[in-house]
């Protein structure tokens, strides 16, 4: 069994973001921002806060802004420092030093699957982390649901799938974990024995989705290259994490967090409303706010 530590981190980013047009027709949807950070560097700061030190960002030819947000913009520090404003000087400059960031292109969007199978190389052969920005995570009293995530991948030495339950009527729209034997009481983490990408609500194995948090051992990549079109004619992830099962104990592990689905407008709007009301300079405002809109109601 694989015992390596997980270093690294995939982050694939090379979506059309079809549910957040027209938004997303010139502007990657990762870097819609929830109140004034973009919703990539939530899942960065987690991925370092987890003791990530590199990551790969899959990318597309619509991308280049997020290649910019993570490098020294000189121009823009020079005229903050002129101007005395030093900590947004240092705010702007810890973005690009908070750890080594490399970027490779999808060249066409295939699915998940293809996207992740992009980074083999990158990986070679090691234990990693994939991180999707859809899921922004959390878990201010405890651990970055990655971390969780890495601390089970170390004790079991196996691959880790996140998950949290969803409402049962939601359940078509995630990968599905199906868990061998009983979950026992107070156990967050659960051994395998099948994944369907988004099933029939009738025909769900479980209400507990894959979100959008993986640690994986690096033999997902020989699946990848043999891996069919699955669900939307897609290269799916889930596809080849089944076919994993077959060669090595694969585990679901119930982390620790609210999880905000910002890939989906109500979701976004959601995480927009709580993260405001989080921050000290904007909450007193965005309450006020509430409640008069509430009174109207
Ligand atoms: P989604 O299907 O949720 O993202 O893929 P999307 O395609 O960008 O969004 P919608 O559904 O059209 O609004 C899950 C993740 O996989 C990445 C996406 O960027 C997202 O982070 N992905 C998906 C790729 O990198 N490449 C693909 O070919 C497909």
Redesign the pocket.
């Known amino acids: 069994m694989n015992r390596l530590p997980v270093r690294k981190a995939v982050i694939?980013?090379?979506?059309?973001?079809?549910?957040?047009l027209p938004a997303t027709k010139a502007l990657p949807?990762e870097m819609l921002p929830i109140v004034d950070i973009p919703t990539v560097q939530y899942i960065v700061e987690e991925a370092v806060n987890s003791g990530i030190e590199e990551i790969l960002i899959?990318t597309n030819s619509n991308k280049h802004c997020m290649e910019n947000h993570f490098d020294r913009s000189y121009e823009l520090e020079k005229r903050l420092n002129e101007s005395g404003k030093t900590e947004l000087e240092k705010m702007i400059r810890d973005i690009s030093d908070m750890v080594n960031i490399y970027y490779v292109r999808?060249k066409q969007?295939?699915?998940?699957g293809?996207?992740v199978l992009c980074a083999k190389s990158f990986i070679g052969n090691e234990p990693f982390a994939i991180m999707?920005?859809?899921d922004v995570v959390i878990n201010d009293d405890g651990e970055p649901a990655l971390k969780q995530l890495i601390d089970a991948y170390n004790e079991k030495g196996a691959s880790v799938v996140g998950v949290q339950t969803v409402a049962h009527d939601q359940v078509n729209k995630y990968g599905i974990i199906k868990p061998l034997g009983e979950i026992k009481q107070g156990d967050r983490r659960v051994k395998l024995s099948g994944m369907v990408e988004k099933p029939d609500i009738d025909s769900a194995p479980s209400d507990m989705a894959v979100l959008g948090r993986y640690v994986l051992t690096p033999e997902i990549f020989d699946l990848l290259e043999t891996q069919q079109q699955g669900k939307g004619g897609?290269i799916q992830l889930t596809d080849a994490i089944v076919r994993l099962m077959d060669l090595q104990a694969v585990y679901a592990y119930d982390f620790e967090g609210v999880r905000y689905d910002v890939?989906d407008k109500f979701g976004f709007i959601k995480a927009t409303i709580d993260f405001s009301l989080n921050r000290e300079d904007l909450s007193d405002k965005v309450k006020e706010y509430i409640k008069e809109l509430a009174s109207q109601l």
């Open positions: 694939p980013a090379a979506g059309l973001g079809t549910r957040f949807k899959i999808q969007p295939k699915g998940l293809h996207a999707l920005g859809d897609e890939g």
